[in-house]
């Protein structure tokens, strides 16, 4: 069995509340077994069998929908993806000490192309660092997420729906997988 993480988009905001052990449920309801929720904000890790990321993606994406009545975008990661971003160290520690706030990362559905990234890079806020690496955006906010005024609506636009977490989250996951 392999060992995969769903990363949910909009769980626990505005009116969208839905509790671990709820999540962990639906995960079962749709033929997982292992589902573990991690932190409050959409992380699942769950054994997916012999399927390829793709296939499971679909599969959850209808599945929670049917389940909970909304779409929910889902990006998924294998553990050994989740390591290697959680170890990845896009930026220099002088451009880290330069700023106040965490790497985030910035999960994909697909890599972008060249001529994609090179326009993300022109529209970056000149306080905010980006690096791209796979289907990941490192993303190291000068003063924190706030403040930043990275237009994520814009990167959506571009690379079709995201969802962020910060890369201590990925550490952690990568504690939890190891």
Do not use: H
Request: charged share 25%; net charge positive.
């Amino acid at each position: 069995m392999s060992t995969y993480v769903a990363f949910l988009r909009g769980m626990n905001l505005g009116k969208r509340r839905i509790k671990n052990p709820e999540l962990v449920a639906c995960f079962e309801a749709i033929g997982f077994t292992g589902a573990v929720a991690f932190q409050a904000s959409g992380n699942v890790i769950f054994d997916g069998g012999d399927d390829d990321a793709r296939a499971l993606q679909g599969r959850i994406e209808a599945g929670l929908e049917a389940q909970l009545g909304y779409a929910v975008p889902t990006r998924i990661r294998s553990a050994a993806d989740v390591i290697a971003i959680a170890e990845a160290r896009p930026f220099s520690p002088a451009e880290l000490a330069e700023t106040e706030g965490r790497v985030q990362v910035i999960v994909l559905d697909a890599a972008p192309d060249a001529a994609t990234r090179a326009a993300i890079i022109a529209e970056q806020p000149a306080e905010d660092r980006l690096a791209f690496e796979g289907r990941q955006i490192y993303w190291l906010p000068r003063a924190g997420l706030s403040t930043s005024t990275l237009d994520q609506k814009a990167l959506d636009r571009r690379l079709g729906i995201t969802t962020v977490r910060t890369q201590r989250t990925f550490g952690r996951l990568a504690k939890k997988l190891a």
